[in-house]
């Protein structure tokens, strides 16, 4: 919360000086607003609200309209298709929580783990990406290729690693220390041997036709 707290202040110091706010400090704070949400707020929403609705039989659409210093506004609908009027409208729901056999044990996905330095991952611009360790590089190429490209890739595909997305708006209860900040809410888990991330990232290549080349030692 501090550095939304931080860039809004930022924000209002160069309105009162007569300054105007860029573009990108906007989207910066578009972006850090719903990182909040997904990661804090929707899974209070969740715990809380689908509870309370489960008397509810019939399908609905609460849009809850927030003002700050103001009592919030819930608006219902029986028009589920009507997010498609707002053209600005973005959905937020979380991935399903992932239910694990050996919950807060031992892994339950055995794989022979690799040496942690050995992947490299060449774009056909020549970029090389080879980080300290196969996650490290595994997180670098998501971000160079886009995560919501890459996202878009792991929902069509179902590719997961342990049960779970490889990337993920939820933090899971049993892997969530391998899973990897991406920014804007997305997690990327890297519990997984370095064939297992090449051919994920080789998947990914395949799908957005971006002729990358994986290699390991």
């Not at 899974?43 to 609905?60: D, F, G, H, N, Y």
């Not at 053209?87 to 929580?97: C, G, S």
């Not at 998501?142 to 996202?151: A, C, D, E, N, P």
Request: charged share 30%; with cysteine; glycine share 6%.
């Amino acid at each position: 919360m501090s550095r939304l707290s931080d860039l809004y202040k930022a924000m209002e110091t160069l309105r009162k000086e007569g300054l105007p706010v860029n573009e990108d400090l906007e989207k910066k704070a578009n972006e850090l607003e719903e990182d909040i949400i997904k990661k804090e707020i929707l899974p209070v929403l969740s715990k809380t609200i689908e509870p309370a609705l489960q008397p509810v039989k019939r399908e609905l659409v609460l849009v809850v309209d927030y003002v700050p210093g103001q009592p919030l506004s819930v608006h219902l609908s029986r028009k589920r298709n009507f997010t498609a009027e707002l053209t600005d409208a973005k959905e937020m729901v979380l991935d399903p929580e992932v239910t694990h056999k050996n919950q807060g044990g031992r892994s339950d996905e055995k794989f022979d783990r690799g040496p942690a330095r050995d992947m490299s991952v060449v774009f056909p611009d020549g970029t090389v990406i080879a980080e300290k360790n196969a996650a490290e590089t595994m997180v670098a190429v998501v971000r160079k290729i886009g995560v919501i490209k890459v996202r878009k890739v792991v929902e069509e595909y179902n590719l997961k690693f342990c049960k779970v997305p490889v990337i993920s708006n939820r933090r899971d209860a049993k892997y969530g220390k391998s899973q990897k900040d991406l920014g804007g809410g997305w997690l990327l888990i890297t519990h997984s041997n370095n064939p297992m991330k090449k051919a994920f990232i080789e998947k990914v290549s395949e799908v957005l036709h971006l002729g990358i080349k994986v290699m390991l030692k």
